[in-house]
């Protein structure tokens, strides 16, 4: 065999999947039956304030498991915020479970607290190569249920733990198999009290989970793998395409629905089901583009303040940060396959009618509909100009994992200009 042949084989992998009103109830009930006696709650302070982490600790505690809860996890989790969450695990443990109870910031925390209280090193050690040592973990990690309160991030169902890391101004992360949680709980009375501002930005990165995954390099362009070199993210697949697909139907209706009215039962529960289906698409084919730009984008903000979260400091949400350049990113993949940007495009506005160039339908289906939840027009209302681009494609350039993905590798030149078309978007 040689690395000219291409790729026979696609992986699949995903947790368990609890869903449904009332599903948090019995998560006491699941960790019995992993044997669990001690575990660790992890959430936000925010999240903390809704009750629902507590209200979930005593029902753990009514089978018997002893349940300890540490509300500190940072909004946008940094390698510093981490490691305060890693180092509460190390002097109050051992814990043989982890529940994560929260937005993605909550799950990928408790990911990295469970890894590194699994395996020796630290955090560093663990974070994707060139920024950190990308080293494997070597033991197995213990039983992580993931219960999401925001609809959004997928990260119930992935391999990924996503972070700043403060001294070098980049976003990163840690992936492996491993990392992903063993149970996901996805309980939609949790997803009620996310404000608008939130349930928009998390509600866009439901949506480029999906159409990035949808429109990735297909799994069989890739070079044939040996079999210790399959990675998480192996490219579209039949089967997360459909993931995908089922996704972008449900946010059609549900994202701007759900934006209107926070309390309407039923858009969050098309919300939930859709941020899940994404997540069981993604977690598999990968992402590319608008999620590599989102890394520098988030992590080099100055002095944005996003309606809907933390006021103390200056933050680009996660999938505020993935929107803002997809629609010129999608503009410059749509040659690699336009028959799937244009399948996106109609799975989204089924009604919308398009007669131009068919590379500007989706930009165009996609700046619609962030206006109409109201998203920031472009990279330069959160922020940046023109003389930032530079800075922010070496960050991009830094997110090899994910810009492998690409139906089309960029160039850096190819992704100044993605940069520069997305400073203002309308």
Not at 155 to 169: A, G, K, Q, Y
Request: proline share 7%; aromatic share 8%; with cysteine.
């Amino acid at each position: 065999m040689t690395s000219a042949e291409h790729e026979t084989v696609f992986t699949y992998g995903a947790p368990a999947l609890k869903y449904g009103t009332g599903s948090s109830d019995e998560i006491g009930y699941d960790l019995a039956q992993f044997g669990a006696r001690r575990v660790l709650v992890v959430t936000d302070p925010v999240v903390a304030a809704t009750g629902w982490p507590e209200r979930i600790a005593e029902g753990i505690r009514g089978y018997g498991i002893a349940a300890e809860t540490f509300d500190g996890v940072h909004v946008e989790p940094t390698d510093v915020s981490m490691q305060k969450a890693v180092d509460f695990a190390r002097g109050t443990g051992p814990y043989d479970a982890f529940v994560a109870v929260g937005g993605g910031s909550s799950i990928d925390t408790a990911k990295a607290a469970n890894l590194l209280t699994s395996n020796d090193g630290e955090l560093m050690d663990y974070v994707n190569a060139p920024v950190g040592g990308g080293r494997a973990p070597a033991k197995p990690l213990k039983p992580l249920v993931a219960v999401p309160t925001t609809t959004g991030t997928g990260s119930e169902s992935t391999t990924v733990c996503v972070l700043d890391v403060l001294s070098l101004r980049v976003k990163s992360g840690i992936s492996h198999l491993r990392l992903r949680p063993t149970l996901a709980v996805v309980d939609p009375r949790l997803t009620v009290s996310q404000p608008a501002g939130v349930t928009a930005a998390s509600g866009m990165d439901i949506l480029c989970h999906a159409a990035e995954s949808y429109t990735a390099k297909p799994y069989t362009e890739f070079d044939r793998k040996r079999p210790e070199e399959r990675v998480p993210y192996c490219g579209s697949n039949p089967l997360a395409d459909m993931f995908a697909e089922k996704s972008l139907q449900l946010l059609s209706w549900a994202l701007p629905a759900a934006v209107r009215n926070g309390e309407d039962l039923a858009a969050r529960e098309a919300m939930a089901l859709a941020a899940t289906f994404a997540g069981l698409g993604f977690g598999n084919a990968g992402v590319h583009i608008p999620h590599a730009n989102a890394y520098p984008i988030a992590g080099q903000v100055r002095d944005f303040h996003p309606d809907g979260y933390p006021g103390d400091e200056a933050m680009v949400p996660h999938g505020m940060a993935v929107s803002l350049t997809a629609p010129a990113a999608f503009r410059f993949t749509f040659a690699a396959n336009p028959e799937r940007h244009q399948r996106v495009a109609r799975l989204l506005a089924p009604d919308f009618e398009w007669s131009g160039d068919f590379a500007d339908h989706l930009p165009a289906v996609l700046t619609m509909l962030m206006r109409e939840i109201g998203l920031p027009a472009g990279i330069g209302a959160v922020g940046y100009t023109e003389s930032d681009v530079d800075s922010l494609v070496e960050g991009t350039l830094k997110q090899q994992r994910l810009l492998a993905t690409a139906p089309r590798t960029p160039s850096e030149e190819d992704l100044s200009g993605i940069l520069r078309d997305s400073v203002r978007l309308w």
